[in-house]
Antibody, heavy 122, light 107 residues
Framework: QVHLVESGGGVVQPGRSLRLSCAASGFIFSNHAVHWVRQAPGKGLEWVAFISHDGSNKYYADSVKGRFTISRDNSKNTLFLQMNTLRAEDTAVYFC???????????????WGQGTLVTVSS | DIQVTQSPSSLSASLGDRVTITCRASQDISNGLSWYQQKPGQAPTLLIYAASRLQSGVPSRFSGSESGTDFTLTISSLQPEDVATYYCLVNYILPFTFGPGTKVDIK
């Protein structure tokens, strides 16, 4: 059974950094693209970042470009999101999500983690 | 970047009613659209991919269709467990874009 578990969220001051992790199990992690999606309190879903199955391709939303870095360690079945220069508007629940088909991008997200809350506040 | 609108933003319907939600893309996206259901406090779940393909395990009362750049999610007979917010996702090309969501509840 596919399982994605995010961790690393918390309260952080504006301008500081935070690193999120997403541990994957139940499937061959290195075969799938993965994404980060966030949801501000009471708001809709916002796609944040993508990384290809082998880590060779990355793409970011304009709202985080230059501040966030997506990476993965296929040997440890783990996805990361390094978030620097955090702003109040980055406050959200951050979800990791798996691309549906092996290797193929673009595609729908067929599995999601439960999310980790990031609060940016002084 | 591709833009997407979604309507209505909310709706109330009776049990057993047919419910339709529409997303419109700003340009041709072929069948590169998927639909998600999100219940309060939970992660989204995939309902429909490639515009009209039902994800495994999803009840058959959910269906998707497309006409040009218009995409529709239909619930054929609304059930109590369908109370949720529904989102479309344009996953045709990066960057991906979510619709703003449609909140569905029971009248």
């Amino acid at each position: 059974q596919v399982h994605l578990v995010e961790s690393g969220g918390g309260v952080v001051q504006p301008g500081r950094s935070l690193r999120l992790s997403c541990a994957a199990s139940g499937f061959i992690f290195s075969n799938h693209a993965v994404h980060w999606v966030r949801q501000a309190p009471g708001k809709g879903l916002e796609w944040v970042a993508f990384i290809s199955h082998d880590g060779s391709n990355k793409y970011y939303a304009d709202s985080v470009k230059g501040r966030f870095t997506i990476s993965r360690d296929n040997s440890k079945n783990t996805l990361f999101l390094q978030m620097n220069t955090l702003r109040a508007e980055d406050t959200a629940v951050y979800f990791c999500a798996r691309g549906r088909r092996v290797v193929v991008v673009p595609d729908a997200f067929d599995s999601w983690g439960q999310g980790t809350l990031v609060t940016v506040s002084s | 970047d591709i833009q997407v609108t979604q309507s209505p933003s909310s709706l109330s319907a009776s049990l057993g009613d047919r419910v339709t939600i529409t997303c419109r893309a700003s340009q041709d996206i072929s069948n590169g659209l998927s639909w998600y259901q999100q219940k309060p406090g939970q992660a989204p779940t995939l309902l429909i991919y490639a515009a009209s393909r039902l994800q495994s395990g999803v009840p058959s009362r959910f269906s998707g269709s497309e006409s040009g750049t218009d995409f529709t999610l239909t619930i054929s007979s609304l059930q109590p467990e369908d109370v949720a917010t529904y989102y479309c996702l344009v996953n045709y090309i990066l960057p991906f874009t979510f619709g703003p969501g449609t909140k569905v509840d029971i009248k």
